[in-house]
């Protein structure tokens, strides 16, 4: 079975993501709001109400990597990939990037058609808690996005780890669902 008949809204979601428009989308690790990089970032700001500074984790294919950071990459972190660890790192243009590898055959499947990274950001408007529960997600989110794929709550859903690894000693900014080694994080 491929992946269109086994999630028949994917290639809603490719002709939605490729008009430069966000979708709400079960992911990897909880519910994210996704959109193509660059050209969904205004909208999906707007969603959330986040100021400009802050930038959103990018979704992106294994190999595209060292196209897209100047971050030297110590191996044991890149071999947890794809999985939930998310690295800031230090992008071609001298700007901080928050970068992951999905665990996801569906995000993984939209990254290769698309051929370019996708911005995932968690539900919720900016400083509120994270929402898992679809009731949640469609009263605060109704009619605001295009498409909202709604396979129910995703209770106790935990997002990914969230590892500054632009200088030494790494820094971890949020514990989630990936352990890093503490030899990693040591000076």
Do not use: H
Not at 3 to 20: A, M, V
Not at 90 to 103: F, H, K, M, T, Y
Request: with cysteine.
């Amino acid at each position: 079975m491929g992946i269109e008949e086994e999630f028949p809204w994917i290639s809603e979601i490719l002709k939605i993501l490729e008009s430069g428009f966000p979708v709400i989308i079960p992911c990897d690790t909880i519910y994210g709001i996704v959109g193509t990089v660059p050209d969904s970032e205004k909208l999906i700001r707007g969603l959330k109400g986040r100021d400009e500074s802050k930038p959103f984790l990018q979704l992106l294919k294994k190999e595209w990597v060292p196209d897209l950071t100047r971050t030297d990459i110590p191996e044991k972190l890149f071999d947890l990939w794809p999985g939930p660890l998310t690295l800031i790192v230090e992008g071609i243009d001298l700007a901080s990037i928050a970068i992951r590898v999905p665990n996801d055959n569906r995000l993984l499947y939209l990254l290769e058609k698309l051929k370019k990274p996708l911005f995932s950001t968690s539900v919720n408007k900016s400083g509120k808690p994270i929402l898992y529960r679809s009731e949640d997600i469609d009263f605060e989110f109704k009619n605001k996005v295009k498409l909202f794929v709604n396979e129910g709550d995703l209770p106790g859903g935990i997002p990914s780890t969230i590892l500054d690894i632009r200088q030494k000693p790494f820094m971890i900014l949020r514990e989630g669902t990936c352990s890093i080694d503490s030899d990693l994080l040591a000076k």
